[in-house]
Nanobody
Framework: QVQLVESGGGLVQPGGSLRLSCAAS????????AGWYRQAPGKERELVAT???????SYTDSVKGRFTISRDNAKNTVYLQMNSLKPEDTAVYYC?????WGQGTQVTVSS
């Protein structure tokens, strides 16, 4: 059984930064793709960023240059550094490793 525990969400003003973390239990982390999705109210879930086991990354266009995904295989943890946050980044953010999902963490960007 794999569990993913997210942390780091919260309320931030436009232009601010947050760092999300997702810690995985079990032994699957280092050899699997990890990623972050988000879902805003009334919208479909959206893939934000992914990182492969060899740390190749990809991003959706709307976050390129502002968000950075990274991983620490020794800690079984994937991160999402979010800078220059905008109100449209407000959503519940979900960590995914292989086909396992975290519980989600709320990110709210508002003045």
């Amino acid at each position: 059984q794999v569990q993913l525990v997210e942390s780091g969400g919260g309320l931030v003003q436009p232009g601010g930064s947050l760092r999300l973390s997702c810690a995985a239990s079990g032994s699957i982390f280092s050899r699997n793709v990890a990623g972050w999705y988000r879902q805003a109210p009334g919208k479909e879930r959206e893939l934000v960023a992914t990182i492969t086991s060899s740390s190749s990354t990809s991003y959706t266009d709307s976050v390129k240059g502002r968000f950075t995904i990274s991983r620490d295989n020794a800690k079984n943890t994937v991160y999402l550094q979010m800078n220059s946050l905008k109100p449209e980044d407000t959503a519940v953010y979900y960590c995914v490793v292989s086909y396992y999902w975290g519980q989600g963490t709320q990110v709210t960007v508002s003045s």
